[in-house]
């Protein structure tokens, strides 16, 4: 039954840095199947209220949290070095599986050392199921029990995706943390076809259909597992219901994952709402594993999740808005293409040191964005992904200073504001 040739308990952490004192996984083994990866531990070293401040350890390294993860969609931060990245204060770097498995494919990928030697980012990465993306860039996509199809916009052929497959796929990439293939459904009409959807809200029973599918995808996934040295993080559905996010993650814990993520929201609820889900969710999952936040957001949403209890975060807004010179800045907002920054020789940012702020003007970057000059979208982006960063790292502080309050008051105060 078991595709799993990795015999018998794992080997706990706590030998891995002597920094995993807590958070370390308790050795269950269950015959034949990998339970929990090696060398991988969460230790919380800080508790302000909900927030708080701790290190995962992974093969590749350690990540200081909370922290943000640069999208490396193909593989590169669009435009980004590596060590543009790292002198940002990237810790660990997300890659989506189907993009890499429609180019250049796992296999390739595998033969050039993994994303570590592929990619020549040797610290930690994520990589997604490719769930998410197999669907959303298909027109053709169909979800039924045993996996998703689509077509590949890349050849045009139609493709299968499994959670057995989305995790042997992962496998092969070699992220440090793989990713659970799960059913996603939008919350609000608007954001699908609509058909699921009933005065502008998609169906609770709908939501509780998708979520237990999703329950049971995790349940193949975890069965699926053969590496040691890769985490494997579930994923908590529900929608914006806090029954649903609660069943979801009672039931998801019992499966007993490396880490688990709140999946499905930024897709039509409400700021309260989304705070709800990811709250009532924390409360349920274990305190000695990682939490992350997919997909979100903009910097008010990192705080919010943080003030529920999330380590981990993902978005493309920082990189995407920035190459669209919609800055991030300690004053809010900043559009640099506007007419009123054409003879503006201020940084975008007087308190940011990016290569962006540290040696050029408004005026200059704004001239390069309206030239198309693929040097000014380069920048911006860093600029925002340094912002990103930055943020999270007064986050940390703060959670250990026990002002993490202020820190979410003042971010909320600038967060739409123009700068
Ligand atoms: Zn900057």
Known sequence: MSTDDSKGPHVDASGLGGSAETGTHNATAEAGLVRAAEGFAIKVLAQDGLARRARISTPHGEIETPTFMPVATFGAVRGISNEEL???????????????????GEETIEALGG????????????????????????????IEEEGVTFTSPVDGRRRSLTPEGAIHIQEALGSDIAMVLDECIPIAEGASDGDDTAGGRTETRELERAMQRTLRWAEGSR???????QAVFAIVQGGASEDLRRQSAEATCQLDFDGYAHGGLGLGESRDERRAAVTVANQVLPADRPRYLMGLGRPIDLLDG?????????????????????LFTSQGVLRVRNAIYQRDDNPIDPECACPACRNHSRGYLRHLIHSGESLGSRLTA?????YYLNLLTRAQRAIEAGTFEALHAEIEEIAERRA
């Open 306 to 326: 943080i003030a529920a209890g999330v380590d981990l975060f993902d978005c493309v807004v920082p990189t995407r808005n920035g190459r669209h010179g919609l």
């Open 86 to 104: 790292a002198g940002a204060g990237a810790q660990i770097l997300l890659s989506n599986t189907y993009h890499l498995h429609e180019r250049p």
């Open 382 to 386: 860093l600029h925002n992904l340094t």
């Open 115 to 142: 994303l570590h030697g592929f990619t020549g980012w040797s610290g930690p990465w994520l990589t997604d199921s490719g769930g998410f993306q197999g669907t959303s860039l298909s027109d053709r996509a169909k």
């Open 223 to 229: 069965k699926a597992r053969r590496r040691k040295d």
